[in-house]
């Protein structure tokens, strides 16, 4: 069973809007801070957006504020990440992870510091471009 499966990946127009999905099996995602991560050619992972049940606040990364975000179905075991307005710099291999975090303050870190990421899925690609 893979703890963390991604969906919803492909070829999006400059403008266009897609949305990642990822579900979580063998584990509670509300027990965890989650994120999507994203790995562009040539660039450092980046930590798109990051949210937590137990964190009130919002992790987004300057780059994606305003266009991206982040949603949690505890329901569904699933995190998604809604990308609208979407721009060719977007491009890159996402994926989602989970970390042992939880509280308040926990997001940002886990976006923004490397750290140990108790789970993570494979990855699905996003193209923006005309």
């Known amino acids: 069973q893979v703890p963390l499966v991604e969906s919803g990946g492909g070829l999006v127009q400059p403008g266009g809007s897609l949305t990642l999905s990822c579900r979580a099996s063998g584990f509670t995602l509300a027990r965890f801070s989650v994120g999507w991560f994203r790995q562009a050619p040539g660039k450092e992972r980046e930590g798109v957006a990051c949210?937590?049940?137990?964190?009130?606040?919002?992790y987004y990364a300057e780059s994606v504020k305003g266009r991206f975000a982040i949603s949690i179905d505890n329901a569904e075991n699933t995190v998604h990440l809604q990308m609208n307005n979407t721009k060719p710099e977007d491009t890159g291999i996402y994926f989602c992870?989970?970390?042992?975090?939880?509280?308040?303050?926990?997001?940002?870190?886990?976006?923004?510091?490397?750290?140990?990421?108790?789970?993570r899925g494979q990855g699905t690609r996003v193209t923006v471009s005309s």
């Open positions: 949210a937590s049940s137990s964190d009130p606040m919002t």
């Open positions: 992870a989970a970390a042992a975090l939880a509280g308040a303050g926990t997001v940002r870190p886990m976006c923004t510091i490397p750290m140990t990421l108790q789970y």
